[in-house]
């Protein structure tokens, strides 16, 4: 093996385990998704049907990608019917954290390369279907925007409970805002002590003016004050949120020493 191919390898494993793993994920972590799970149940128990979802964050490297699957995980684990697509036509990260090539998917499905079977796979392990971005194309917003694409989500509501999209930041490119219109509601994710107060403005902005309907927001590396029990059981603390941490440039006004201040 060549030592690119080893530095890939690696990288690729380390992606993996920033998804949820049965075993090895801490208590807390776990629990956090499933309160989330349990709030966005709530937030769209009116609606009638699959219900669809963007997610999205104010700026890069805000945890967006891997709450997008981590939610999928444990929205599969009450037996619903998940599908997660990458609509990160610019920097797909989804078949990374699987541990998968990203083969054909949502771009040459939408620019006519690929049919609807063609991009769907699944991973048994996970309960989860999903659709990676495919081959990066020179014009996603239209893309995105275009009839096929609700074409796309139309046919998708027919097979599944929950649709959940991810997509690139809002303050960085419109991508999440063209798909505000089609979908059931956007989760804004946010890293606690990390993501500006003047970015958040900017992406409630932009999304009241897309008239989408938002969710709530999912802060990342939340830290809950320990919680003690008594004797009678036992007593312990534990941490809630997630940590993790990766590179996302973009280089439309934001990179990633711009997403730190």
């Keep these: 093996m060549k030592k690119n191919d080893k530095k890939k390898q690696t990288v690729q494993e380390l992606d993996v385990n920033k998804i949820l793993q049965p075993?090895?994920?801490?208590?807390?972590?776990?629990?956090?998704y499933k309160v989330a799970r349990t709030n966005i149940m709530f937030s769209l128990a009116e609606e009638n049907g699959c219900k669809k979802i963007?997610?999205?964050?104010?700026?890069?490297?805000?945890?967006?990608?891997?709450?997008?699957?981590?939610?999928?995980?444990v929205f599969a684990q009450v037996d619903a019917r998940v599908l997660v697509i990458d609509a990160d036509l610019r920097r797909p990260k989804i078949h990374q954290y699987l541990g998968e090539k990203n083969k054909e998917g949502l771009a040459d499905y939408l620019a006519g390369f690929a049919g609807l079977k063609d991009i769907i796979r699944t991973r048994e392990d996970l309960h989860l279907d999903y659709i990676s971005s495919g081959h990066i194309p020179p014009n996603p917003a239209e893309l995105l925007s275009s009839s096929k694409m609700e074409e796309l989500l139309s046919k998708l509501s027919e097979s599944y409970d929950y649709v959940l999209i991810d997509t690139p930041p809002v303050t960085v490119v419109a991508d999440a805002l063209v798909l505000a219109k089609l979908v059931s509601g956007v989760l804004v994710v946010a890293k606690q002590k990390q993501t500006p107060h003047d970015a958040l403005k900017?992406?409630?902005?932009?999304?009241?003016?897309?008239?989408?309907?938002?969710?709530?927001?999912?802060?990342?590396?939340?830290?809950?004050?320990?919680?003690?029990?008594s004797?009678?059981?036992?007593?312990?603390?534990?941490?809630?949120?997630?940590?993790?941490?990766?590179?996302?440039?973009?280089?439309?006004?934001?990179?990633?020493?711009?997403?730190?201040?």
């Design 54 to 73: 963007v997610v999205t964050s104010a700026l890069p490297a805000e945890g967006k990608t891997t709450s997008t699957l981590n939610l999928g995980i």
């Design 23 to 32: 075993d090895s994920s801490s208590f807390g972590t776990v629990e956090a």
């Design 202 to 229: 900017k992406t409630m902005a932009s999304l009241e003016f897309a008239e989408a309907k938002v969710l709530g927001f999912l802060i990342n590396e939340t830290v809950q004050e320990k919680r003690y029990y």
């Design 231 to 261: 004797k009678k059981y036992y007593k312990y603390g534990y941490k809630y949120g997630y940590r993790y941490g990766y590179g996302y440039g973009y280089g439309y006004g934001y990179g990633q020493e711009d997403a730190k201040e």
